[in-house]
């Protein structure tokens, strides 16, 4: 895989389920090339950080160096992870993404633009 944008390389030529420890399975096949997240459901995982950035001295904290930042206060006295915050950080900066793109689409298909007709002009039947 590689380090600076996370894919690897399309390597696969069959299909296999393999069978993981507590009863999950894994899918390897061909032709997909990733997961797209769905729905808010995604960032449920991380209702602990949710939290945390709810009880921010401001409500558009940026997690940064502002004062009375509760997510900063956690990450410093180690009450949360730096690498719990980096996946949390990953998966946000993927749904603003998708959720752009789906604007993006969505407004193409609502003001679609008009066509040109290329080519000659036809000529009136004699």
């Known amino acids: 895989m590689r380090a600076h944008d996370s894919r690897g390389r399309h390597t696969t030529t069959f299909r296999a389920l393999l069978p993981l420890p507590g009863g999950a399975c894994l899918i390897d096949t061909p032709g997909m090339r990733e997961l797209k997240l769905t729905g808010s459901e995604d960032l449920a995982q991380y209702a ?63 003001n679609p633009r008009p066509t040109r007709v290329l080519g000659r002009r036809q000529r009136e039947p004699r």
């Open 48 to 110: 602990d950080i949710e939290a945390l950035a709810r009880q921010c001295r401001f409500s558009d904290c940026a997690h940064g160096n502002e004062p009375g930042c509760a997510v900063r206060t956690a990450l410093d006295s180690g009450e949360l992870s730096a690498a719990r915050w980096h996946s949390y950080l990953k998966l946000s900066a993927e749904r603003e993404q998708q959720e752009a793109a789906l604007e993006a689409q969505l407004r193409r298909h609502a």
